[in-house]
């Protein structure tokens, strides 16, 4: 369905993508998880046409995205939400989503049935005739989420699709994710973890324009099963401390955030007794020591951070 094969996109000398390679199968729903400034939104762009690629290949449901004749029907083929929908505030609900049907083409016999099927797919039915301008976030993103889908897509991209909402909305928004996912190809980009693990199937973790992981939620924390995190929150760190840590057989890593020291051992390891003693030789007065095994969080903040 979606191929793609390094893929690079640069601005100048800045490489916002670096040979980036993936493919996607028809039915999946993929989250591209990462940082701000990670290269999500590029990929999504290059995508769905609207930036080319500086090197690199991309095939959608078989065609080639550098191939200008083949752009107006990729097109077809994709329902897209960029981040900030674009939506024309002075217009009611029908009447904007009766506008896009218009431009992707759909024939004026069959526009009012599409309009209603997102509008009931959406949960739009009680908004129909309320001007844009009048609804919550919320509504906005279903309205943005109705535009990408009226003209009866395969794909489906949406650019951080619960952004600005509160909890409730966001779980709404979920929700309608995994609904259309059951008979769309879902592509979607977060950089908020729990937004990716409760709708996707699976999950690129993108760094820096490159994918540092590629699996299920599931696969990803599995690769990490053997391992376990001790967090040690101290009243001051003293180098002498961390040399200590650093130096000790068994333990894999040592970090350092403001008072707080984050180890990484293996899961048949556990070192709090021995590590409660090194702090309080050190005299840096311990005020909690904690170990849990390392969770898919866990591994996206060590392959995303600086």
Known sequence: MIKVENLTKKYGELAALDGVSFEMREGEVVGALGPNGAGKTTLL????????PTAGKVA?????INNPLHQERIKSKIGYLPE????????????????????????????EEAIFNVVEKCGLEKKENQEIATLSKGYRQRLGIAQALIHNPKIVILD????????????????????????KTVILSSHVLSEIQSTCSRVLIINKGKIVADGTPES???DSRNK????VEVEQIEQNLISRLREFEGIDSVEVNSN???????????????IAKIVVEEGSG????????????DVFIELTKE
């Open 84 to 111: 900030h929908a674009p939506l024309y505030e002075d217009m009611t609900v029908t009447e904007y989503l009766r506008f896009v049907g218009k431009m992707q083409g759909i024939n004026k016999n069959n526009l």
């Open 228 to 231: 376990a995190t001790i967090n």
């Open 220 to 222: 990803l924390e599995a």
């Open 45 to 52: 762009r290059i995508l769905v046409t609207f930036l080319e």
């Open 260 to 274: 707080r020291i984050i180890i990484t051992a293996g899961m048949g390891n556990d070192f709090r007794k021995e």
């Open 160 to 183: 951080e699709p619960t952004t600005g909402l509160d909890p409730n909305q966001r779980i709404e928004i979920r929700n309608l994710i995994k609904e259309i996912g059951k008979t």
């Open 60 to 64: 959608i449901d078989g065609l080639d």
């Open 286 to 297: 311990l005020l909690e020591l904690t170990r849990k095994k390392v969770d898919l969080e």
